[in-house]
């Protein structure tokens, strides 16, 4: 089970003062024990300094029986107190007498107790010897007192204080959970914030500057990862669009064709010409949905799987012989200048290029030249096709390598070209570790990819 | 030729059949993995079609079961453009892959050339028409006279007149006589034909080279002059 923040802090706010008063109350329960055992043993003393002249004046028997007589006062007056005189004659004693038991837990000298028939508590003793004098032999004087308002005292205190040890920390707790509460308020208005976030409102952002320093650097952090994704999204959203866009022709094709030759008796000729054309058309939707699949695999972060060592230019001059026919048609040359060796998967590699240079050569002048250059950068090899051409404006340029993006928004020349080529380029570069370029200047354009090396 | 086609999805098996079958093939069709993989163990065939996602029994398990009784050349099919599929497909023993949506005449290719591997040498003269070829001296004659034909024209005839009456799409003749196995945006398979077509056909009778709209090209004698360009 799962436990709010404020929940587990007051549990450890109980814990914690519930240890620390446990341990107070310990040791003051230990000194007040102690304290307790002072004073009596104090009062035994006293008492038996007091007694000890009785019995030490008095040597007679006679002279015994006043003994006996203030004992027994001193007795009645203060039932808390017991009185022993022990000695070998029978004539100079006091006191009920003791069994073997109760008097070995009295002892010989000393402190002692013992318990009592009709006691609840033991009595503390105190013993000592008193010196024969005249007709009294040596006997022992024993001074006993009634421990239980001790008792009494030190139960109710550590009642006491086992109460307030268990009242402190569940006043602990709830005022540790009040505290948490409290404390934890910026956490509820920042939870508040971004229940109100939502795809209808992409651009808002939690609020920061009200929010404690621990949170807000939490919250900026949130921030960041709501700006990329609602960078994501737009992206997303525009490429849906953009999908739809591409695909509908084709389909709106499709379907208008099929429900035109349908609507009459036709020759087989005619049929077979429209199935042809549906043909053409389901062809390009074809090549469209495999292009995304393969632009898809780029985005899950797939990498190129079956590099092998190769050298570049030659790679390049593959991609170069594929088009040569195209070339030579739009009546341009091709140069490969540089060379360097890198691990690639060559199939894409060759895709990546075969797509820049037909960018490449849809752009250039007729008669002029398309320069590829490899080129060896620390970590990177650098591929780029540069045609002369008549430039692309600067806020093309970055969104070149975007899907469906066409620097005529006309879209003309759209049934060759759909605009997946130069995404391909991008998405080729990313297996590879690389990123893609392009720049402009009236005169040439450059575009193209990186591909990560050893 | 026998082929079995393991595919669950009704439409797609059934286009298949009909279109292998039209092509000379005889057709066997299992609707799941199970009945495939009982018919592909219990009968012979020549080459398997295998769809990767059957109810049940996927076709790794269908290719498992066959590979280790059999070495029956199989075409996996994948709707999952995914290289785990493809490596692991291959891994276990097919011969050739091919990623939904993919054209029919693509998988024609395909199982051609997957038969072919066991059918022996080739002829290395080829005569269709007057049109008359040397593979190995690369040279191509029609009606007694030599044409003068580019290296890669002479590939593009070739790959053409070696699948005489074939229909091949362009991505075959790009994968033929390029190397280039990607989809491009280029036109430079319409250019080549184009090329070839002026030294072939222009200045000779019959018509060759046809154009099939929609599906590819294919060099054949046809009676009645079609639907080319």
Redesign the interface.
């Known amino acids: 089970m799962k436990l709010s923040i404020s929940k587990r802090l007051a549990a450890m706010f109980a814990v914690a003062s519930f240890v620390v008063l446990s341990v107070l109350g310990v040791a003051m329960h230990g000194l007040l024990k102690r304290e307790l055992e002072r004073h009596q043993s104090n009062e035994l003393q006293a008492r038996w300094t007091m007694y000890r002249p009785m019995v030490m004046r008095n040597d007679d028997a006679v002279h015994w029986a006043i003994v006996r007589t203030k004992f027994d006062n001193s007795i009645s007056e203060n039932n808390r107190v017991s009185l022993w005189v022990q000695g070998p004659d029978s004539h100079f004693r006091y006191g009920s007498p003791l069994t073997e038991e109760q008097q070995r837990s009295i002892g010989t000298h000393g402190f002692g107790q013992v318990l009592l028939p009709g006691h609840e508590a033991p009595l503390k003793t105190y013993s000592a010897d008193v010196e024969a004098r005249g007709e009294r032999p040596r006997v022992r004087l024993t001074v006993g007192i009634d421990s239980t308002p001790f008792v009494e005292t030190l139960h109710a205190f550590t009642v006491g204080l086992v109460a307030l040890t268990i009242v402190g920390a569940l006043g602990a707790a709830g005022l540790g959970y009040y505290i948490a509460r409290v404390g934890l308020r910026p956490l509820d208005q920042l939870s508040g914030e971004a229940r109100g976030l939502s795809p209808g409102h992409l651009s808002r952002r939690l609020q920061t500057d009200t929010l404690a320093p621990e949170l807000s650097e939490l919250a900026e952090s949130f921030n960041g990862a709501l700006s990329r994704l609602e960078t994501a999204y737009q992206q997303l959203e525009a490429f849906n669009a953009d999908v739809a866009h591409e695909l509908r022709t084709p389909l709106g094709n499709l379907i208008g064709q099929t429900q035109v030759t349908l609507s009459r008796e036709r020759s087989v000729t005619e049929l077979?010409?429209a199935?042809?054309?549906?043909?053409?058309d389901?062809?390009r939707l074809?090549?469209i949905?495999?292009?995304m699949?393969?632009l898809?695999?780029a985005d899950r972060g797939?990498r190129a799987?079956n590099r092998i060592e190769v050298s570049i230019a030659q790679e390049v001059s593959?991609a170069v012989?594929?088009?040569?026919?195209?070339f030579e048609?739009a009546g341009v040359k091709v140069r490969i200048e540089g060379d360097a060796q890198a691990s690639i998967e060559t199939?894409?590699f060759?895709?990546a290029v075969?797509?820049l240079l037909?960018n490449a050569v849809q752009h250039a002048p007729r008669g002029a030249e398309i320069v590829v250059f490899v080129l060896q950068q620390p970590g990177a090899i650098r591929v780029s096709v540069q045609n002369a051409g008549s430039g692309i404006a600067r806020e093309h340029l970055s969104r070149l390598f975007d899907r469906f993006y066409r620097v005529d928004s006309s879209r003309s020349g759209s049934r060759?070209?759909?605009g997946?080529?130069l995404a391909i380029v991008r998405a080729v570069a990313t297996m590879h570790g690389g990123t893609v370029f392009a720049e402009s200047d009236d005169g040439a354009t450059t575009i193209g990819f990186t591909v990560a090396s050893a | 030729m026998k082929v079995l086609i393991v595919e669950d999805e009704p439409k797609t098996a059934d286009y298949l059949e009909r279109g292998l079958r039209e092509q000379g093939y005889v057709v066997d069709v299992a609707r799941d993995g199970l009945d495939g993989k009982h018919m592909a163990l219990e009968y012979e065939y020549d080459v398997i079609v295998l769809d990767v996602m059957l109810p049940g029994t996927d076709g790794f398990t269908v290719l498992h079961a066959l590979r280790e009784q059999r070495q029956t050349p199989v075409i996996m099919l994948t709707a999952r453009?995914?290289?785990d599929d493809r490596?692991r497909g291959l891994r276990e023993g097919a011969d050739d892959y091919l990623?939904k949506?993919?054209?029919f005449l693509e998988l024609v290719a395909r199982l051609q050339a997957l038969t072919r591997r066991s059918r022996g040498q080739e002829a290395m003269q080829l005569r269709i028409a007057d049109l008359q070829i040397d593979l190995l001296a690369r040279k191509a004659w029609r009606n007694g006279q030599r044409l003068d034909l580019t290296a890669?024209e002479f590939a593009l005839l070739a790959a053409l007149a070696r699948r005489k009456g074939e229909i091949l799409s362009k991505t075959t003749i790009?994968e033929l006589v390029?190397?280039?196995?990607?989809?491009?945006?280029?036109?430079?398979v319409e250019?080549?034909v184009k090329?070839l077509r002026s030294k072939l056909d222009d200045p000779f009778k019959p018509t060759l080279l046809h154009t099939?709209?929609?599906?590819g090209y294919v060099l054949e004698v046809r009676d009645e002059q079609g639907?080319d360009a």
């Not at chain 1, 199935?275 to 053409?280: D, G, T, V």
């Not at chain 2, 390029?178 to 430079?188: A, L």
């Not at chain 2, 099939?212 to 599906?215: A, E, P, Q």
């Open positions: 077979k010409e199935l042809h054309s549906n043909l053409e389901l062809e074809r090549a949905v495999n292009d699949l393969f898809a695999r797939e799987p593959h012989e594929y088009l040569e026919f195209i048609e199939s894409l060759r895709r075969t797509n037909q060759e070209n759909h997946l080529g | 453009d995914r290289v490596v990623v949506p993919f054209s890669k790009a390029w190397d280039v196995n990607f989809d491009s945006d280029t036109n430079v250019v080549a090329r099939v709209r929609g599906m639907e």
